[in-house]
């Protein structure tokens, strides 16, 4: 807490001078362009009051039926057909060479007896006589 008190007073120090410069930076740029005209207002016009009718005509609206899907087929240059062509042609490669399923085999059920492991592992660790 006793460090924290000096840190703030040195960046309010720096925050202070970052604005007085900016401040004579402003006041230079004035001074560099002490004639330019300073854009004159517009006036906001005065929203006009509209009479309200005191019974409003209902009106009815039909829907539009949508209207038929039109399709526009334009002339394709042979190149983009050939180039279309091909790219068919290696996503079905693609497609071919998809690798190929594997089958899993099921693995034989382990049987595991504890008696024949601990008689493997007695005569693993046999005492040795010097």
Known sequence: MESFLPVLLIIAGVVYKIYTEFQKEQEKARKRQPNRPVPPAVPVPAP??????????????????????????????????????????????????????VEVLPEPALHFDLRQAVIQSVILERPYKD
């Open 48 to 101: 006009v009051a509209t009479q309200r009718k005191s019974n409003p005509i209902p009106t009815v609206s039909k829907p539009i039926p949508p209207l038929p899907k039109q399709v526009i087929r334009e002339a394709v240059p042979t190149e983009v057909e050939k180039l279309r062509n091909k790219k068919k042609e290696t996503q079905e490669r693609r497609k071919v060479l998809v690798t190929p399923q």
